[in-house]
Nanobody, 116 residues
Framework: QVQLVESGGGLAQPGGSLRLSCAASGFTFSSYAMSWARQAPGKGLEWVCG????????LYADSVKGRFTISRDNAKDTLYLQMNSLKPEDTTVYYCNARSFARNYWGQGTQVTVSS
């Protein structure tokens, strides 16, 4: 059974930091490109960042570039998102995604709230 379980969300102050994790199981994690996406209420899904299956390259949306860092540990089947310099507009639900040529999996999401 494929599972992607996000954790680490919560409340942070503007300018603060949070670290999200996504624990994968039920598939060969190291063979999948991974990404983070977010969706605010009433809005479409926004791609945030991605990382190659071997971790050799990372990509970021302009809205988070220089503040967020995506990483992965293929030995632990875990994806991470280090979020620094958080802004109120980063408030939303964050989802991790696993993608291959033939498969596309999503986690259940974790809420991030940035507020003073």
């Amino acid at each position: 059974q494929v599972q992607l379980v996000e954790s680490g969300g919560g409340l942070a102050q503007p300018g603060g930091s949070l670290r999200l994790s996504c624990a994968a199981s039920g598939f060969t994690f190291s063979s999948y490109a991974m990404s983070w996406a977010r969706q605010a209420p009433g809005k479409g899904l926004e791609w945030v960042c991605g990382i190659y299956s071997d971790g050799s390259e990372t990509l970021y949306a302009d809205s988070v570039k220089g503040r967020f860092t995506i990483s992965r540990d293929n030995a632990k089947d875990t994806l991470y998102l280090q979020m620094n310099s958080l802004k109120p507009e980063d408030t939303t639900v964050y989802y991790c995604n696993a993608r291959s040529f033939a498969r596309n999996y999503w986690g259940q999401g974790t809420q991030v709230t940035v507020s003073s």
